[in-house]
């Protein structure tokens, strides 16, 4: 059934399933946490759509049906862009999360956890023999930023600048630490799916899910925005440096207006592959933990070569109109 056409304010969706998010001046990104979040620094963004929710399998799968897309983990990897890789490693394929039976005293080696399963995709999140069956309106999983990009496109949409998003994230509160306050479970209660216990391999599941949660199990922010910490990453269209710019010293009136990131040929690239270079992502995931990620807040970021997909990386769009229409 076709969601009603969701009303923000005197604002009316320019289609079902989007918020108004009006824009503003914030405090972008924190000096308190990872070092790539630093300098946080003012800026400005004029208002947008954007979708409520993620991109569910549903939605997806709507897409793939009316295109024939044929996403980056159903397609064998490029053997110029990894000169040695075996024919098999090549294979279509995508990161499957898989936790150790033992404890991890180091997390420096994600692929500890991480195992490549030839076969995963977006219909099989788990792998050969898995399905979406039942999870239709979870977010969509192992889908590159390409596969983002081309489901934007055939939406009218684009995907946020990484200021959108952060803006959008924080829901109207000002320099507060997690998208609905200061404290991580307020009374008790759980406000995104995240990780409880020791990560990788204890997982105390106090919020209910081990991996992704259905896209309405967690309440809204203050714009009406599900998902935006949480649950599963989310691409952004900003190339990734290690570090926000240095915005420098700026008046009032000056702070800069829907800043973009770097340029592609200034963005950092992926070890391992020193062509694939890497988009910005927001947002947290399930896997994200105390002992491990704390990134399950606005201003947090996370690098993505534009060739991974994983199981716990997914997308929303936006829609940009005039500031008078």
Known sequence: MAEAPVKTGAKAAVEPGMIWVPGGRFRMGSDAHYPDERPAHEVVVDGFWMDRTPVTNRRFRRFVEATGHVTLAERALDPAQYPGASKADLAPGSLVFTPPSYRVTSHKDPLVWWRVAHGADWRHPLGPGSSIKGIEDHPVVHVGYADAEAYAAWAGKALPTEA???????????????????????GGRHMANTWQGEFPNQNLLEDRYARTSPVEAFPPNGYGLRDMIG????????????????PGVHKACCAPRNPRGPSEEEASVEPNAPNIRRKVLKGGSHLCAPNYCRRYRPAARHAEAVDTSTGHVSFRCVKRVPPEA
């Not at 998003?165 to 991580?184: H, K, N, Q, T, Y």
Request: glycine share 10%; net charge negative.
């Open 164 to 186: 959108e998003w952060e803006f959008a994230a924080r829901g109207g509160l000002e320099d507060r630490e997690f998208a609905w306050g200061d404290e991580l479970t307020p």
């Open 231 to 246: 649950n599963c990453w989310e691409w952004t269209a900003d190339w990734y440096v290690d570090g926000h710019a240095d």
